[in-house]
C-alpha cells in the first residue's frame, strides 16, 4: 500500500498563494503518474493537475495559468503552487499515485483549502 500525506492546505484571502506537498518515497514519487485532485462540498472528485514519470504536466482548465505541479525525486515529494487563489477553488484537495494513467491508484487523506475573505 502506497503512503501518501498531503499538508500545506489552510484559510487564505481571495488572490492568495498556497503551496501544497504531497511526501511519499523517492520512488513512488518518481515511477508514478502523479495528480492532485480536488473534492468541493457536493461536488465529485476532479483532476486538477498531473505530473508524469516523464515529467510531462496537464492541468484543468480551470486552474491553467494559476497552478503549477512539481516533483522533487531526491525529496520524494509532489508539490502544487496554487497562485491567484479563487473561492471556487476552495476543496479538499488530495494527492494520487498510479503505475498506470489508466489505474486507479492510491490517496492521500487530503488536506483543505478554503479560500475567503
Known amino acids: 500500500q502506497v503512503q501518501l500525506v498531503e499538508s500545506g492546505g489552510g484559510l487564505v484571502q481571495p488572490g492568495g498563494s498556497l503551496r501544497l506537498s504531497c511526501a511519499a518515497s523517492?520512488?513512488?514519487?518518481?515511477?508514478?503518474?502523479m495528480g492532485w485532485y480536488r473534492q468541493a462540498p457536493g461536488k465529485q472528485r476532479e483532476l486538477v493537475a498531473a505530473?508524469?514519470?516523464?515529467?510531462?504536466?496537464n492541468y484543468a482548465d480551470a486552474v491553467k495559468g494559476r497552478f503549477t505541479v512539481s516533483r522533487d525525486n531526491a525529496k520524494g515529494t509532489v508539490y502544487l503552487q496554487m497562485n491567484s487563489l479563487k473561492p471556487e477553488d476552495t476543496a479538499v484537495y488530495y494527492c494520487?499515485?498510479?503505475?498506470?494513467?489508466?489505474?486507479?491508484?492510491?490517496w492521500g487523506r487530503g488536506t483543505q483549502v478554503t479560500v475567503s475573505s
Open positions: 494520487n499515485a498510479k503505475p498506470r494513467a489508466y489505474m486507479t491508484g492510491s
Open positions: 523517492a520512488t513512488i514519487i518518481s515511477a508514478n503518474y
Open positions: 505530473i508524469t514519470p516523464g515529467g510531462n504536466t
